[in-house]
């Protein structure tokens, strides 16, 4: 069979901003031609720093967000272009856990309503809803006796278990994790990581999960995808990925994750990057890293490096090596 999630050239180019005189800016490819499969099961960390446009990606991917160009394939079937309607048969099985729990959940609603909402969309009884709600509460450690309460009433760790719950039920096979942890307290984080890790086993999901950083998706990808000004720059196995980085700035991004070897950790160099990343609204010519790539050279100022095989993954640099 198929991959379960299949993407192609995937781009998102938004309306330039009007300025104070009224005239448009150019329009903004904040996502430049994503390609990407996901077997069943299996769970790509997608990496980058924010307003690279892995969230714009991932909001595509559950069809929050209609492309510009390019075609996902969801268990063989191209909703790309689907209505609203004509997604509905899908929607159950493609889901999202937002980054900031407490925003993303109405501060109005019970939990028992936040969690039951996806089922009653799906037809269900009230009083079925329910029970499922509070199984689910069960499933990510929340108890179930707190069904009637409020979102406020729960720490940030708890409310985003309330949010996986909510996203867990339908029995979703696809979840795209934005950001999950990066709004929780570092003690939290490793908490919630472990949890979405045992449920992708115990229900067989596959995971995009979308973090700013290496340190986070080590534990839960099978592999990485590191993204930069709205294209991916280095994909490949979580292993190969993290031993030897290819892409000058996938080697920036694991030199900044600290290591638990103390020793280790003192003799690494750490590579610092210039300045911040370019706006996605002038996006520097050839390839787009190149003002902070300590590699650079004259062809990468002209020249937009494709992503090519180099080293059992894919790479887009015209020197890759570690
Ligand atoms: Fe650096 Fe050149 Fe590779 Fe871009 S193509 S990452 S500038 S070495
Ligand atoms: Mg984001």
Same mark, same amino acid.
């Given at each position: ?40 099961? $299996?769970?790509? +960390? ?11 990606? +991932?909001?595509?991917?559950?069809? /929050? ?34 980054? !900031? ?6 501060? %109005?609603?019970?939990?028992?309503? =936040? ?12 009083? &079925? ?20 309460? @409020?979102?406020?009433?729960?720490? +940030? ?6 949010? =996986? ?9 696809? =979840?795209?994790? !934005? ?5 929780? &307290? ?10 979405? $890790?045992?449920? %992708?086993?115990?229900? !067989? ?22 993204? @930069?000004? +709205? ?9 190969? /990925? @993290? ?5 000058? @700035?996938?080697?920036?991004? /694991? ?58 993954? $894919? ?8």
């Amino acid at each position: 069979s198929g991959p379960l999630l299949s993407v192609r050239d995937l781009t998102m180019t938004f309306p330039g901003r009007r300025s104070a005189s009224g005239r448009r800016g150019a329009p903004v490819r904040a996502v430049d031609g994503v390609s990407f499969d996901l077997a069943a099961g $299996e769970t790509l +960390g997608l990496v980058g720093e924010s307003g690279c446009g892995k969230s714009t990606t +991932g909001r595509m991917l559950v069809r /929050l967000l209609e492309p510009t160009s390019g075609s996902i394939t969801f268990d063989g079937r191209d909703i790309t272009r689907l209505s609203q309607r004509g997604l509905r048969p899908h929607r159950r099985h493609l889901q999202m856990v937002f980054q !900031d729990p407490h925003s993303s959940l109405n501060p %109005r609603q019970t939990v028992a309503r =936040i969690i039951s909402d996806p089922l009653l969309v799906q037809g269900w009884s009230a009083s &079925d809803a329910r029970r499922r709600a509070a199984e689910l509460m069960d499933l990510v450690g929340l108890i179930p006796e707190h069904i009637d309460r @409020y979102p406020h009433e729960f720490s +940030g760790g708890q409310a985003q278990r309330i949010g =996986i719950a909510r996203s867990l039920a339908t029995s979703p096979r696809l =979840i795209v994790a !934005d950001e999950p942890v990066s709004a929780l &307290d570092v003690s939290v984080q490793a908490q919630i990581v472990n949890l979405m $890790e045992r449920l %992708r086993r115990e229900l !067989d999901l596959a995971y995009v999960f979308i973090a700013h950083d290496l340190s986070v998706v080590k534990r839960v990808s099978d592999r990485v995808a590191v993204m @930069y000004l +709205g294209r991916i720059v280095e994909i490949g196995e979580k292993r190969a /990925l @993290y031993e030897s980085p290819q892409h000058p @700035y996938t080697r920036a991004l /694991l030199s900044a994750v600290p290591l638990p070897d103390p020793a280790a950790e003192r003799r690494r160099e750490r590579i610092v990057l210039l300045g911040d990343p370019p706006s996605p609204a002038a996006p520097p010519p050839g390839c787009t890293f190149h003002p902070r790539c300590p590699k650079a050279q004259d062809v990468c100022r002209t020249d937009r490096p494709l992503l090519r095989i180099a080293a059992s993954r $894919e790479v887009a640099c015209h020197f890759p090596g570690d």
